[in-house]
């Protein structure tokens, strides 16, 4: 609804930062309408005490489309107020210059990168897998808790995916670019805007992939479940030969789902079979993917 979309500019300007305490440095990432640079913050007075942060931009600044969808992406941020597990907004830059949204910085990048160094070096030898197990069960339980607070939120991510959580310093995980997520509280649910072009079909919930495009807190669970498989593939992209939102849905609908992964349990198989149960109803909420998780913690590798 229009109300889900709107900018409160009040609750922008206390979230200003003066661009000249930013000092950007090498890029981070990089996107469709964006990129992501590290930067350092000074904080006002104390000129000797920077602290690392991540400086999301546009790469077209002049695009009135594309300012919007950032200045949308802060005011999500902002409602989601403050949680270990979701990606901590510093502020905004928006005066006299480009958009510039202040991020905390993750030291260790993406997960999916994380994923694809594991893959490396398990080729090397096979017990770091095992070694290292303890480390991705806790991430994954850290982005259920994740889930839940956007859930008490009632915000919707829609982009749930290896590449969107980001790992901290001392290994936590967050969730992070809500470029794609959507404020429900006014409707409990959202449409799909037409002509939203780049879709994360892949993670897709079938009610999401279908033409009346229902993004809810179960669909966020879906591809939490596409999430738990990346992870047991290490960072490998699900449904390989498959493209196009129709055949990804025909293969829903006709019972097809991802393998098991090899290096899963059969449990934790079953988990993931449970967060991709087509009917939304019968689905669990994160807190119950939280729990079942919790029940088996070495269901990785
Ligand atoms: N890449 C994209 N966003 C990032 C962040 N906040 N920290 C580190 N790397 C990133």
Not at 3 to 28: F, H, Y
Not at 147 to 158: K, N, P
Not at 178 to 206: C, E, I, N, S, T
Request: glycine fraction near 8%.
């Amino acid at each position: 609804g229009s109300t889900s979309g709107s900018i409160d500019m009040e609750l922008l300007k206390e979230k200003e930062i003066d661009r000249n305490r930013l000092q950007c440095g090498q890029l981070l990432g990089e996107g469709a309408f964006g990129r992501v640079v590290k930067a350092t913050l000074t904080p006002p007075e104390e000129v000797d005490l920077e602290v690392m942060v991540a400086v999301k931009e546009l790469k077209d600044d002049d695009d009135p489309q594309a300012r919007q969808a950032l200045l949308r992406e802060t005011c999500i941020m902002l409602l989601c107020g403050n949680h270990d597990n979701v990606l901590g907004l510093k502020g905004i830059c928006f005066r006299d210059g480009p958009l510039q949204l202040v991020l905390e910085y993750a030291e260790h990048g993406s997960l999916l990168h994380l994923l694809w160094t594991l893959r490396a070096e398990s080729k090397l030898n096979r017990t770091v897998l095992v070694n290292k197990r303890h480390i991705f069960e806790n991430m994954m339980l850290e982005v259920c808790c994740g889930l839940e607070h956007l859930a008490t939120r009632r915000l919707v991510h829609r982009d749930i995916a290896a590449r969107n959580i980001l790992i901290c310093g001392k290994g936590t995980a967050k969730i992070a670019d809500f470029g794609l997520a959507r404020d429900v509280y006014a409707v409990g649910y959202h449409r799909q805007d037409r002509g939203d072009a780049l879709l994360p079909l892949k993670w897709m919930a079938p009610e999401s992939l279908k033409n009346e495009a229902r993004f809810t807190h179960k669909s966020d669970v879906w591809s939490f479940g596409v999430l738990l498989w990346e992870v047991a593939q290490l960072g490998r992209t699900p449904y390989p030969g498959i493209d196009g939102a129709d055949r990804i849905y025909d293969a829903l609908q006709n019972h097809f789902r991802l393998p098991r992964p090899q290096l899963c349990t059969e449990e934790r198989y079953q988990l993931m079979l449970k967060c991709w149960k087509f009917n939304e109803e019968t689905r669990p909420d994160a807190t119950t993917v939280r729990k079942l998780l919790k029940a088996d913690p070495n269901g990785f590798f």
